[in-house]
């Protein structure tokens, strides 16, 4: 055995700082703008991105040292092949919305970890609000586009996983509830032509799904439902998809909205929901038990479930045939039938 050492402890207690340079360069448009131009030297993208001299330099050769741009011999930056495909905002795999999202929001959020940890209360725009954290983010129409597209960031390769996963070949419709943006419904459908899609979503979510829908060509095959799932029938389909909706209310509130999907569906109509699932010894999967810490900063009540919850929920509920797949290191989807 080896002697332990402090590398490890010292370099994630400073990740703040590779984190946050990433975020600021997103913020800059950086890699966006590299895609425009080709290779820029320091004094290029000084002027251009508005850094100061002293910054520059530094700025710019940590993100080489961090493997996001490349430097050639002539001291000219480029994207590398992964930032050019997921950090240039007009490439169709564009992440950075949820990059400009975390930098806007859960950075400055997260500094007040330590005080949600203490009072277990919300530590965003609803710090001071009601119990829906949805109505206080929403309040500002830049905070609902940022958000929506910070989602579908996150939700596309699951979509993609989910896509190649679930047996869609047997199903003609599928309703998203908490659709945002619409990402999950573009990428389902793109992959199954047969499928007709319906987004339900609050009302102001609206125009950011109808001209996502258009930009990808698939505003006949894919309408907007505007609704509450807490006022409000869900919409009828074949397959009832719940991605990131659970995880966001305590447990009284999973259970409704699980017991509604139940009573929306007709026999033989199934239930998908998908979350950064916790496995099941709650010890693997760090992503999914951070996201859970985001959901105690983000939510009065929310928190991220392994698949064996989900499972007992799904059969609690009166489904079938209910299964638990992973879909990636990081997400797993629970589905049920009626
Ligand atoms: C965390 S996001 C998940 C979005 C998307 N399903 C995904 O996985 O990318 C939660 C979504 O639920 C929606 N939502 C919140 N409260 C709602 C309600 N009462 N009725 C319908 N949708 C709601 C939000 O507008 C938001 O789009």
Not at 66 to 78: E, I, Q, S, V, W
Not at 100 to 114: D, H, I, Q, S, V
Not at 264 to 276: E, I, R
Request: net charge negative; hydrophobic share 45%.
């Amino acid at each position: 055995m080896s002697e332990p050492t402090p590398d490890a402890i010292l370099q994630l207690g400073l990740g703040f700082w590779a984190s946050k340079t990433l975020l600021s360069a997103v913020e800059l448009g950086l890699f966006s703008g590299l895609a425009e131009t080709g290779p820029q030297t320091a004094e290029q993208l000084g002027a251009r991105h508005g850094l100061h001299p002293r910054a520059r330099r530094d700025f710019l050769d940590a993100l080489v040292a961090l493997g996001l741009l490349g430097r050639d011999a002539t001291g000219h930056y480029a994207n590398t092949p992964a930032t050019a495909a997921f950090l240039d905002r007009a490439q169709p795999g564009y992440v950075g919305g949820l990059l400009e999202m975390a930098n806007a929001r859960l950075y400055p959020f997260w500094g007040r970890l330590t005080e949600a940890l203490r009072s277990g209360a919300p530590q965003n725009e609803a710090r001071d609000g009601g119990p829906d954290p949805f109505a206080a983010i929403y309040a500002d129409p830049a905070g609902l586009e940022g958000f929506l597209r910070g989602m579908t960031g996150v939700s596309r390769p699951v979509a993609q996983a989910i896509a190649a996963a679930f047996p869609w070949g047997a199903h003609r419709s599928v309703a998203d509830i908490g659709c945002a943006q619409g990402s999950f419904l573009v990428e389902l459908l793109t992959a199954h032509p047969q499928l007709t899609g319906i987004g339900f979503d609050l009302p102001p979510v609206r125009p950011v799904f109808e001209r996502f829908a258009a930009e990808h060509r698939l505003a006949d095959r894919l309408r907007f439902a505007p609704g509450s799932f807490f006022d409000d029938p869900l919409p009828a389909a074949e397959v009832l998809v719940m991605g990131h909706i659970l995880h966001d209310w305590d447990l009284p509130t999973k259970r409704m909205l699980i017991d509604k999907a139940h009573a929306a569906l007709q026999a033989g109509g199934a239930l998908l929901v998908y979350d950064a699932m916790i496995d099941d010894d709650r010890r693997a999967n760090a992503f999914g038990l951070l996201m859970s810490l985001n959901m105690l900063i983000e939510t009065p009540g929310g928190f991220d479930y392994t698949g064996a919850d989900c499972a007992a929920w799904l059969r609690e509920a009166g489904f079938r045939d209910v299964r638990v797949e992973r879909l990636s290191p990081t997400h797993a989807m629970a589905v049920g039938v009626k």
